[in-house]
């Protein structure tokens, strides 16, 4: 039995580590059923199959987002877990306000990659992330949560990085669990 009835299989899409993927299945578990990495080899892919997860490679070129949607049938919710490619169209649409999103920063400043570096660069004091409902736009969908972390005066790009990821882990299970009490439970 899931936790949550109007939500029952979850897909995680990334291309890194997979600390994020991590973080939602110490919460979700069994709810969260693939996972499709465009990178062979990626620490996420791991990290599925270590705990049962079916995981699987989708290589980046013509027609990935249709190739990854083909994969999604039977899924609920997706969340992007340091996915590195755009979604577009037909995934968009089949999808609506149901892809999720964990960004770096506090949106709208500093979207797109690397943006621990661009505050950075920028002199700002803080910087943090924030999860988003996915559009068409690089970074701009519909905020749901977001987490301030401080600029502390010896920050690397490094350190920094590592406690906004910090910051991630504890806001994204907790977003999709805002998301997922928004969405219609089966009677």
């Given at each position: ?113 690397e943006a621990w570096k661009q505050a950075l660069d920028a002199g700002e004091d803080e910087t943090g992330c924030t999860v988003h409902f996915v559009d068409a736009g690089i970074d701009t969908g519909e905020m749901i949560l977001q ?41």
């Amino acid at each position: 039995m899931t936790i949550f009835s109007a939500v029952k299989r979850i897909a995680v899409l990334g291309s890194g580590n997979g600390s994020n993927f991590e973080a939602l299945h110490s919460e979700f578990g069994d709810q969260i059923c693939l996972v499709i990495s465009d990178r062979p080899g990626s620490g996420i892919l791991k990290k599925a199959e270590a705990v049962g997860v079916s995981a699987i490679t989708e290589k980046s070129g013509p027609e990935l987002n249709a190739r990854i949607l083909a994969r999604l049938q039977d899924i609920d919710l997706v969340c992007l877990a340091g996915f590195m490619r755009m979604v577009k169209e037909p995934f968009l649409s089949a999808f609506e306000k149901r892809i999720l999103n964990i960004h770096p920063s506090l949106l709208p400043r500093f979207p797109g990659q690397e943006a621990w570096k661009q505050a950075l660069d920028a002199g700002e004091d803080e910087t943090g992330c924030t999860v988003h409902f996915v559009d068409a736009g690089i970074d701009t969908g519909e905020m749901i949560l977001q987490e301030r972390v401080p600029i502390l005066e010896n920050d690397t790009a490094e350190s920094l990085h590592r406690r906004i990821q910090q910051a991630e882990h504890r806001i994204y299970p907790e977003a999709l669990r805002r998301v997922i009490a928004t969405l219609p439970h089966e009677s």
